[in-house]
């Protein structure tokens, strides 16, 4: 059964970068697209990046577009978001997801293995 946790969240000011890690256990990690989310107080759950099992197709929301980089490393079962330019608006809990039987997306229904979440704070 695969199981993800993320880290590498934490505090850092406007402008700043931080690089979110994902750890992946079990069997279907290299065959899952891989997504990360965020989620701000209030606020839905929202789509940040996605990436295909073998990393040819890319996706990003709009607003984290040519700031934010997802990447993944099947053989040691790691996923990857380097966040930079950070912005206050930034600021959520950001999750990390992995869609095992679903083709590449950004539908939040498409993936079914979530991690505990990660909080990322951007003070201004």
């Known amino acids: 059964q695969l199981q993800l946790a993320e880290s590498g969240g934490g505090l850092v000011q406007a402008g700043g970068s931080l690089r979110l890690s994902c750890a992946a256990s079990?069997?279907?990690?290299?065959?899952?697209?891989m997504g990360w989310f965020r989620q701000a107080p209030g606020k839905e759950r929202e789509f940040v990046a996605a990436i295909s099992s073998q990393s040819f197709n890319m996706d990003y929301a709009d607003s984290v577009k040519d700031r934010f980089t997802i990447s993944r490393n099947n053989a040691q079962k790691m996923a990857y978001l380097q966040m930079t330019s950070l912005k206050p608006e930034d600021m959520a809990v950001y999750y990390c997801?992995?869609?095992?039987?679903?083709?590449?997306?950004?539908?939040?229904?498409?993936?079914?293995?979530w991690g505990q979440g990660t909080q990322v704070t951007v003070s201004s």
């Open positions: 079990g069997d279907t990690f290299s065959s899952s697209v």
């Open positions: 997801a992995a869609a095992e039987w679903a083709p590449f997306g950004s539908h939040l229904d498409h993936y079914n293995v």
